[in-house]
C-alpha cells in the first residue's frame, strides 16, 4: 500500500479496504492450497533436470509457501498493531484485532511486509522466465507440462 493521504482520505480507506480484504481471502486460498499439495502427488521433475536446478527448484518453492503464509500474516500484524487501524477486514466482516496496539511491532510487520511482498514478486518473475527458459530452448525439459 502507500502512505496515507490526507487529500485523499477516502480514496485510501477504499484501497486499504479492498487490500485487506484481498489478502484475508489469499491467505485462506494458501492454507487451502498447502492442505491439498500436501495430500496430492506431485508429478516428478523431467529426467534432464540437473540436481542443482532440483535443489534450486525445491528452495524456490518452499520460498514461495514460505512467503505466501508471512505475508499476509504480516498484513494482519500490521493493521492489528496499527494505533490508528480501523480494524482488519475480510469483506463485509471485521476479523478480532488479537494484538495490543504497538507502534514497534507496527514498524516492523510493515516493514516486513512490504520487502517481503517485493521478494515474492521477485522470485515468481525468476520463475516464470526459468519455466520459460525450458519452455523455449530446453524442450526436452519442459516442466510447462508438469505445471499444467
Given amino acids: ?12 480507506d ?5 487490500h485487506k480484504s484481498f489478502g484475508v481471502l489469499f491467505f485462506i486460498i494458501v492454507l487451502v492450497r498447502i492442505f491439498v499439495r500436501r495430500r496430492s502427488k506431485l508429478p516428478p521433475l523431467p ?3 540437473s540436481q ?11 520460498l514461495f509457501y514460505i512467503l505466501m503464509v508471512a505475508i499476509p500474516l504480516l498484513g494482519y500484524v500490521q493493521s492489528s498493531s496499527y494505533e490508528y487501524s ?13 494484538l495490543p496496539k504497538n507502534q514497534a511491532v507496527y514498524e ?10 517485493f521478494v515474492l514478486i521477485g ?14 530452448f530446453d524442450r526436452k525439459n519442459d516442466v510447462l507440462k508438469r505445471i499444467l
Fill in 1 to 12: 500500500m502507500t502512505p496515507y493521504d490526507e487529500a485523499n482520505a477516502a480514496f485510501a
Fill in 14 to 18: 477504499n484501497l486499504y479496504f479492498w
Fill in 47 to 49: 529426467d534432464g533436470i
Fill in 52 to 62: 542443482p536446478e532440483r535443489i534450486v527448484v525445491n528452495l524456490a518453492h518452499k
Fill in 86 to 98: 480501523d480494524g482488519v477486514h475480510f469483506f463485509f466482516f471485521d476479523l478480532p484485532e488479537l
Fill in 108 to 117: 516492523i510487520a510493515n516493514t516486513l511486509h512490504k520487502w517481503l511482498s
Fill in 123 to 136: 522470485l515468481i518473475t525468476l520463475h516464470i522466465l526459468g519455466a520459460l527458459r525450458h519452455r523455449l
